[in-house]
C-alpha cells in the first residue's frame, strides 16, 4: 500500500478533476498527482506534479513534506537509476521538514533501506525495489514461484498462507482459519513450492492442540495433507526448505532443543530419514540444490565464534565439503537456477556483500567472486528462473526513549525522546542503576547481526557515555546489580547454551561467566533482589517447562517459583521492597510471593495484556504494564490489591523500566518492523569461469 494511502480514494474521485480544472491549491495538486500515480500509473506525470507542489509556495508544510515522500517514492520506482533522486528527496525532507514526524520519520527510514541496498557502479547487478506489500505480511518467510510469477507468503494479520500475483499484485488465502487470533493462535510458515507451482509445503502451528505440523496444499486450499505431526514440548516441528525434483521428498530442517537436523521426509507415507545434524545454537540456513543431488548449508563450526561457513554436502548424506570459508561472516542465500554457483553474503571485504562461488560435483571451483558490494544481511527469498534473487531488507529500527513522569499524578511530563544521541535505530534494553543516576543499554552492531552487542552506559545527568563492553554473543538481557557495581547479561553463543556474564561496572572487566546448575539448561533472564544476596531467573531445561527460580546466593538454595509450560519466557520485575514478583505473559499479569506460595491473577486473559515485562511503581503500590490499543502500547496500570486496570493513555514500547524515584520511565521503541518490501538483484549471473581439467 501506498504512503499516502489515506488519499488514495480521494484521489481517484478528485484527482482527473482537479487536473482538468489546472487548479493551482496545493492540497488538490496533491490528491491529483496521487491518482496520476497511483491510479494512471503516469510516475514521470506524478514526479512533475509532486516537484510544483514542492515549489508551490501557498503549500503547507505538511502538504510539502507528503510530496517529498512520495516523490522519493516515485523516483525508487523508476528503479536504481533515479535512486540518487529519491535520496534528495528523501535528504531534502529530513532537513527542511524535520517538524513534520511522520513523513520525516518514513524518510529517514528509506534512507536507511537505500543505503542497506546502495553501492557499485552501474555495471554491478543492478538493485530495485520489487514491491510493497500492504498487509502484515511475513516477507521473511516467503518463497517465489518456479514461473517466478507468484510469492506465497505468510498474512501475519490472520496466520494464514497466501499467495500473490507479482505482475497483478492480487493476493488470495490458501488456509482459513475459522477464529481470530486470541481464540485460535494457529499461523503458517516456511511455504516452498512444487517444481511444478501447483502445489505449497510449508509448516502448520496449530492451535488448540499446540501441535507443529508439516503440510502440503493445492492453491485452492481444499486439498490440504498432513505429513507429519509433533507436540510442542518436543521442538518446533519439521520446516521445509526444498522439494527434491523426482517428487518423492521434501528437504526439510528440524530444531530439535536448539541444535538443527536436515532431514528428508518421504511424500507417500511422511517417513522421516535424518541426513545430518548441525551444532550450532545459531540458525543455520539450509537449501537444496536445483537438479536436487546435494545440500548447501552454512554453520559456525567454532563454538567461541559468531562466524559461519558454507558447505555442501550429498543430498543422500555424506561428507560436507567447505566452499566458502575463512576468519570471515559467510552466510548462505542461495544457490543459482542453473545449480552450478551458490550466492552468499560475506563481510570479507568489511562490509557484508553479495558474493558468488562457482560449484561443481559438490566442490568449489576457485576463489569466491565478488558480486556486489553492500549488499547487507538480507532476509533471502530466492531466484526466479531468469537469475533475478529476491529478498527483503531489514528496515525496521529500535531506540531506547526516555519521558519525564509524574508520580503523583500519573501522567508523562514531556514527550518520549532518545536516550542518546548515538547509534540511532541500534539501541535496546534499557536499565536503570538502582540510584537512578545512569542508563545502559544495548547496541546491535548491524541491525541485521544483533549477535555482536555493545553495552553502553549513559549518566544521566552529565550526557556523558562510554562504552562497557563489547560482547560477543547476542545479549537477551541485561540488569544492574543491588549495590551498582556491575551488571549481569545474558549471552548466548553459537554451539553452546546461554550463559550469564557479570561484568564490573567501573573497568568493564569480567569478573565470572557460568550456566545455569542444571545440565542443558538455558537462562534467560537474571535479576537480583534489592537486598542483593538472592536473585532471580528464568531457565528452561530439558523438559518441556520453563521455570522461575529463586536463589538465595548465601546458601545456595534454589526454590521454584512459577512454571510455564512449552518453553515460553517469563517476563517479571521485582518489587522494591522485594517482597513479590509481577509476571506479565499471555495477556495476563500475576503477583506472587518472593519467596514463594499463591499467585494473584491482577489482569485475565480477557483484558489484552501486551506481552512483556512489567514494572512496578515506586512505591509497591501500583503494576505498570503495556496494552495493546488501536495498534499502539498504551501505558496502564492495576493496584496490587487488585481493581480495574486504568489507560493511562501514553504510548510506549518494549522493555518498560520506571527510574527508581519514579520520576522518568525508559522502554525501546520499535518502527518499520510493518514496513514490508521485496528488492530484486537483476543481472546476477556473470560468466562461468573456465574449469581447468
Known sequence: ?????????????????AAAQGQDRPDLQLKAAVYKETVEGDLQGAITLYKQIVSNAAATRQIAAAALLALGGCFEKLGEAQATEARKAYERLVAEYSDQSQPAAEARARLAALRAVSGGTSSLPALRLAFRLSDSTAITSASVSPDGRRLAYVNWDTGNLAVRDLQSGQSHMVTSKERNWGYDDSFAYFPVWSPDGKRLAYSWYRDPGYLYELRIADLTGKNIRVLHSEPESIGPGLSPVGWFPDGTALLTVRGARRAT??????LEGGAVSPIRKLGSYVSSRVCLSPDGKYVAFDESTDPDSLNMDVFVMPSSG???????????????????????RILVASNRSGTYDAWLVQVRDGNAIGLPQLLRKELGLVAPIGFSPDGAFYFAPDL??????????????????????????????????PAWSPDGRKLAYLVDRGRSRPAETRVRIRDMGT????????????????SWSSDGTSVALTVARPQSP???QILDVASGKLIREFAGPRSGEVIGAYVWGPGGDVVYYVARGTGPDTVLWRRDLRTGDETPLHTRAYANPIPFAVAP????????????????GASGGES?????????????????????RQVYFGRLVDGVIRLFRVPVTGGAPEDLNFEIGEGLRFRPDGRQLAFTRSQGADRREIWVMENVLPPLEPVKR
Not at 500500500?1 to 478533476?17: K, P, Q
Not at 561428507?319 to 542465500?333: E, I
Not at 550526557?463 to 541485561?478: I, K, M, P, Y
Open 1 to 17: 500500500m501506498h504512503r499516502l494511502t489515506s488519499l488514495v480514494l480521494a484521489a481517484v474521485a478528485l484527482g482527473a478533476l
Open 261 to 266: 537436523e536436515i532431514v528428508r521426509v518421504s
Open 318 to 340: 555424506g561428507q560436507a565439503v567447505p566452499v566458502v570459508t575463512g576468519p570471515y561472516d559467510d552466510r548462505l542465500l542461495d544457490w543459482t537456477p542453473d545449480g552450478r
Open 396 to 429: 525496521a529500527t529500535r531506540d531506547v526513549m526516555v519521558a519525564d513522569w509524574s508520580p503523583e499524578s500519573h501522567k508523562a511530563i514531556s514527550a518520549p525522546r532518545p536516550a542518546t544521541e548515538h547509534f540511532s535505530g541500534s539501541t535496546r534494553l
Open 463 to 478: 550526557g556523558a557515555e562510554r562504552t562497557l563492553a563489547d560482547v560477543n554473543g547476542s545479549v537477551s538481557h541485561l
Open 498 to 500: 546461554s550463559k550469564i
Open 577 to 592: 521492597d522485594g517482597k513479590q514478583l509481577a509476571l506479565g505473559y499471555s495477556r495476563r499479569v500475576i503477583v506472587i
Open 600 to 620: 494473584r491473577e491482577l489482569v485475565s486473559d480477557a483484558s489484552g495484556v501486551e506481552s512483556g515485562t512489567p514494572a512496578w511503581s515506586p512505591d509497591g
